[in-house]
């Protein structure tokens, strides 16, 4: 593994991050009861960690193969991206899903 590949791979786990913190962000914006805060808060980041751990990460029983993996990938993004606008955030959602979009077409360039 070559520097860049180390470098994208770190990124990858901050956007990562990022989504989980987006989808929590967006739950405990709601502007709900305080129980429906906390659970779309708690709950949405979780579902998407549960997903990504099953399809997705590099260890997971039923990892995917591309394109169906890039599918998820893109999907779970871009609702963190929809979780911020609609949170009121519009310019971090697409920061977060233009990020993505650059790591996820580096690690391909760079695998080569």
């Known amino acids: 593994m070559t520097i860049l590949q180390a470098i994208n791979l770190g990124i990858r786990f901050v956007l990562e991050l990022c989504l989980l913190a987006a989808l929590g962000y967006w739950g405990f914006q709601l502007d709900q009861g305080l129980l429906l805060r906390i659970v779309a808060g708690?709950?949405?980041?979780?579902?998407?960690?549960?997903?990504w751990g099953m399809f997705v990460a590099p260890k997971a029983a039923n990892q995917l193969a591309d394109?169906?993996?890039f599918g998820v990938e893109l999907t779970l993004f871009a609702l963190g991206a929809g979780a911020l606008w609609l949170a009121e955030r519009p310019s971090l959602g697409a920061a977060l899903l233009i990020?993505?979009?650059?790591?996820?077409?580096l690690m391909g360039l760079l695998a080569k």
Do not use: D, K, S
């Not at 708690?42 to 997903?51: F, W």
């Not at 990020?99 to 077409?105: H, K, P, V, W």
């Open 67 to 69: 394109p169906a993996r």
């Open 99 to 105: 990020a993505y979009l650059i790591n996820r077409g």
């Open 42 to 51: 708690i709950g949405a980041p979780l579902l998407a960690a549960t997903v």
